[in-house]
């Protein structure tokens, strides 16, 4: 069984922001298979549930919002007896630009509230990701500028690495994680 967590804040007036984009990978793959995500209030998170190949693989959006992420993951993690190996968590990168995506096997939190909650929750930096580009950033403090919606001119960028991103996962599924780098970062 594996996990892909999708990162971003519940309710209706964080949905097209910036840090949503987690979210919406989450939305577009759980579209792609036609699946429909269930709130399990004791979980903490939205999910749903598809068969890829061989594995069973878990959908979930916290609706923990962001900065308490880990706290769904480990909750899941837990209930499911998930590896960390098992485990692809899916968020906004400021550092990327727009358009772009990269698969990491791990590493720092680098400033993103999500990750590290989940980093203290799971005890470990080892944790497979796939950063979403929403930079570049304006001259605007980080927390007001993840929290807007996308600009228009951005939306068919952002269509595209949603489509990207939903075939790097299916990829990375079917190949694992330094394919997955070759392929897409």
């Known amino acids: 069984m594996k996990l892909i967590a999708g990162l971003g804040n519940v309710g209706a007036n964080y949905t097209f922001t910036r840090h949503n984009a ?3 990978v989450i939305d577009k793959l ?11 209030g004791k979980l903490k998170c939205l999910m749903a549930k598809y068969r890829h190949g061989a594995d069973d693989i878990i959908l979930i959006k916290p609706t923990t919002y962001m900065n308490l992420s880990g706290e769904a993951l480990r909750a899941v993690m837990d209930y499911y007896k998930i590896s960390l190996e098992d485990i692809l968590i899916v968020y906004d990168d400021l550092s990327i630009e727009l358009g772009k995506i ?14 590290k909650s989940i980093i203290k929750h799971l005890g470990s930096h080892d944790i497979a990701r796939l ?5 570049p950033q304006p001259p605007i403090p980080s927390e007001q500028f993840v929290l807007q919606n996308f600009y228009k001119s951005q939306l068919e960028d952002l269509k ?7 075939e790097g996962i299916d990829y990375y ?3 694992g994680m330094a394919q997955a780098q070759n392929k897409y970062n």
């Open 102 to 115: 990269r698969f990491r096997p791990n590493g720092s939190d680098g400033g993103h509230n999500g990750i």
């Open 22 to 24: 987690g979210f919406m």
């Open 173 to 175: 599924l079917d190949n």
């Open 30 to 40: 759980a579209i792609m298979n036609n699946l429909e995500f269930k709130e399990n």
């Open 160 to 166: 595209s690495v949603l489509k990207t991103a939903v």
């Open 131 to 135: 950063k979403i580009g929403i930079g």
